[in-house]
């Protein structure tokens, strides 16, 4: 498979398990296009083009020949420089990785990651919160995480791909999306009634359960285990935490648990007076499920061998 067509199929199967309608999806990119249209000078030439037909600004090709073959991938949830250094030595002892595949963003991608924060909109109205307050309340918390990332040196391991020559790529929200269309089919398809039933549920899951094995699985932050689970809401997309205000509205929407990879302690604190439970499935875990997920998708399409690393732990299905 050549690098092309496997960043190409990672972003279809995104689009398949997004959480927003395949209309808005299009506008979307729609408004990627009506922007470059209306770009001039260096705006125009500076401009990522791949947002015109790549809906998700945290998956990219970082560094190498689309036209490469790739046959071995190295996988892992931080590929940060280390392990590229790491893929470089292993192919000077005999192995032959062709690409390093990272799930956290890097490069321009992590520079801009707070794009996709927009998917929220969607998952927000699916709970009956209006598209207004929902965008007026992510477009404050776009704009802090977009204070936190920019001072950041987001080219340093896509440097160190360029000079040893290492096929780099990044794929975030494609395999968030996965765990998010996977865990919430879960839940409303056995319709768990307490925390305690919830939590069986995840840790039945091989990924979590090899979490649990590294003290890293589900638990309960907010809640008792004897307590109604209520609407389940899977929050596990969308770039990163989102709105910290937006717990009075889920509460209102009749949201009862919200499943979550990780609470912030600002966030933490906002849930706790709205009673609403709280359960945290694991961030690695859920990563791992995720980006799991997604390599079964590609490797339904052509085989291919991964190296995991970093966290990953390949589990197939």
């Keep these: 498979m050549r690098l092309i067509?496997?960043?190409?199929?990672?972003?279809?199967?995104?689009?398949?398990?997004?959480?927003?309608?395949?209309?808005?999806?299009?506008?979307?990119?729609?408004?990627?296009?009506?922007?470059?249209?209306?770009?001039?000078?260096?705006?125009?030439?500076?401009f990522d083009r791949e947002a015109l037909a790549n809906p998700y600004a945290d998956t990219r090709i970082l560094y190498g020949d689309p036209d490469r073959d790739v046959k071995t991938v190295m996988v892992g949830i931080d590929m940060e420089m280390p392990e590229i250094l790491a893929a470089d030595r292993l192919n000077d002892k005999g192995e032959t990785i062709d690409l390093v595949m990272a799930h956290h963003p890097?490069?321009?991608?992590?520079?801009?990651?707070?794009?996709?924060?927009?998917?929220?909109?969607?998952?927000?109205?699916?709970?009956?919160?209006?598209?207004?307050?929902?965008?007026?309340?992510?477009?404050?918390?776009?704009?802090?995480?977009?204070?936190?990332v920019a001072p950041a040196n987001h080219m340093r391991s896509v440097d160190i791909a360029r000079l040893l020559d290492m096929p780099y790529m990044c794929c975030h929200t494609p395999a968030d999306n996965h765990v998010v269309t996977y865990l919430q089919k879960l839940f409303d398809r056995k319709r768990p009634e307490k925390l305690s039933q919830v939590l069986g549920i995840l840790k039945s899951i091989p990924e979590y359960f090899d979490g649990m094995k590294k003290n890293a699985g589900p638990r309960i932050l907010i809640g008792d285990p004897k307590k109604k689970a209520g609407k389940i809401f899977v929050d596990m997309t969308g770039g990163t935490e989102g709105p910290k205000k937006i717990f009075p509205r889920l509460s209102q929407a009749g949201v009862g648990t919200i499943v979550a990879m990780h609470l912030s302690e600002e966030h933490f604190k906002h849930a706790k007076g709205e009673h609403i439970n709280v359960i945290i499935a694991g961030h690695i875990a859920s990563d791992t499920l995720g980006l799991?997920?997604?390599?079964?998708?590609?490797?339904?399409?052509?085989?291919?061998?991964?190296?995991?690393?970093?966290?990953?732990?390949?589990?197939?299905?």
Excluded at 297 to 315: D, H, M, N, Q, Y
């Design 5 to 46: 067509d496997l960043y190409r199929l990672v972003v279809k199967r995104g689009i398949a398990n997004d959480p927003r309608t395949a209309s808005e999806i299009k506008d979307s990119l729609k408004k990627s296009r009506g922007e470059f249209r209306k770009s001039k000078g260096p705006d125009k030439k500076a």
């Design 106 to 148: 890097e490069g321009a991608a992590w520079a801009k990651f707070y794009d996709v924060m927009r998917i929220q909109v969607a998952m927000l109205k699916k709970l009956g919160i209006s598209a207004e307050v929902a965008e007026e309340m992510l477009k404050e918390r776009m704009a802090e995480v977009e204070r936190a």
């Design 292 to 317: 799991n997920l997604l390599l079964d998708a590609v490797e339904r399409v052509e085989k291919l061998k991964i190296v995991p690393a970093s966290g990953f732990v390949r589990i197939k299905r």
